[in-house]
């Protein structure tokens, strides 16, 4: 039996990195349904609520759909359905892009403005209690470097900073 080099052998994760990846697992699986509960009153869940902050802060409140996926991180496929719902509810209107036919505008309307002004208050204390309280500045700092290194580790072409869904804004 021949031995494979170290080398050549994977990379196990040392103790340190175990208990970091851990723990990374663990808010990834956790911080999105512990959010959605609190969006859950209102009628919405963590998804629902990106896409209408998305909207909120965009220009004329209006984005193309495939910008907004980009935004909601989602597949379009996946915002398609959101947006029917969130348009069946009142709070999003679609049209086709008068500059350009081929795509398809999603607007928010007066009715999910107000909504994401009710909800928007709750989402960002949630957020705070969840994720800022527990740290020091410094670990927040910390935290927006290692993200920022992670997301560029996945995606490359990922513009970092204020892109997705960002509460309080």
Known sequence: MTKIPAEEGPRWLDEQ?????????????RLESALDAQLRSAGLNYFDYGVLAALSESPERTLRMSVLASYAEGSLSRLSQVVARLERKGY?????D????????????????ETVLAVAPGHVQEVRRLV????????????TDIGQRILHAIDPDHPGGDHGFIPGR
């Open 17 to 29: 990195e175990r208990r970091a990846w851990l723990s990374l697992v663990g808010i990834m699986l």
């Open 92 to 96: 999003v209107h679609r049209s086709s």
């Open 132 to 143: 800022f309280d527990p740290l020091t500045k410094a670990q927040v700092r910390h935290l």
């Open 98 to 113: 008068p500059t350009d036919g081929r795509y398809t505008l999603a607007a928010l309307t007066e009715e999910g403005y």
